[in-house]
């Protein structure tokens, strides 16, 4: 029984119908017709399960192909990530090497400026390094927001300044001695005005806004209520 059916599957497999196989098959017609409608369920559904199969199959590919669009997505984000994590750390270390050259230059030229201003008849030399000052002042104002972003006072971040530290006890205090000897104190002469960290400025005479004792007095007053009053180099 069971190979009658086998061999009528394999006949009808190859596309043949009842009625073309009645002498192949040692059975009754209504029974080849039984197996034959049998053949169709069962060819039906395996080929269903097969439709199936490979549905299921091109959703897996698909799935598979958006996972490796996802991970190269994944894997250039973290790379534009890392580069730009990069190009951060080198604008850093850029900003903090110009901030540091600028924390030295400004030094230097609050010396030279002090050096320039001590001299008389000295106001183009005088000009042209506060032209230089304020230039390196106003770079550094810029700088440092975007190195120190909660710092409010920039002026906190300069290097100690030689004028401060070494000049305001004694170097103003020998000028003022040796203009006293000489009998030349500059009173009335209005050739100075407070400087960078409310320190005395030589400008020329006539153009200042008071001599040099007066300065010297205001500058002494403004230091000894808490260091610079003005915020800013002039």
Do not use: C
């Not at 017609?29 to 169709?40: F, G, I, S």
């Amino acid at each position: 029984m069971r190979a009658n059916k086998t061999r009528a599957f394999e006949l009808f497999d190859q596309g043949n119908r009842p009625s073309d196989i009645y002498d192949q098959v040692p059975v009754t017609k209504r029974t080849l017709y039984a197996y034959y409608q049998e053949w169709k369920k069962v060819r039906a559904k395996e080929r269903e399960e097969e439709e199936k199969q490979r549905r299921q199959e091109d959703v897996n590919a698909m799935l598979a192909r958006e996972e490796v669009e996802k991970q190269r997505k994944r894997a250039a984000i973290a790379k534009g990530l890392q580069e730009n994590l990069e190009k951060e750390r080198q604008r850093r270390h850029n900003l903090e090497l110009h901030f540091q050259g600028l924390q030295f230059k400004i030094r230097d030229l609050e010396w030279e400026l002090w050096k320039a201003s001590s001299k008389p008849n000295n106001r183009d030399e005088v000009q042209r390094i506060g032209t230089l000052y304020s230039q390196a002042y106003q770079r550094f104002i810029w700088v440092v927001p975007q190195l120190y972003p909660k710092e409010t006072n920039p002026d906190r971040l300069l290097l100690p300044h030689v004028t401060e530290d070494v000049f305001s006890r004694s170097v103003f205090a020998a000028k003022k001695a040796a203009a006293t000897k000489t009998g030349t104190t500059g009173r009335g002469k209005r050739d100075y005005v407070l400087g960078a960290k409310d320190l005395p400025l030589y400008v020329g005479e006539g153009v200042g806004d008071m001599d040099y004792e007066g300065a010297v007095k205001l500058s002494a007053n403004r230091l000894a209520r808490g260091g610079v009053q003005a915020g800013s180099p002039r």
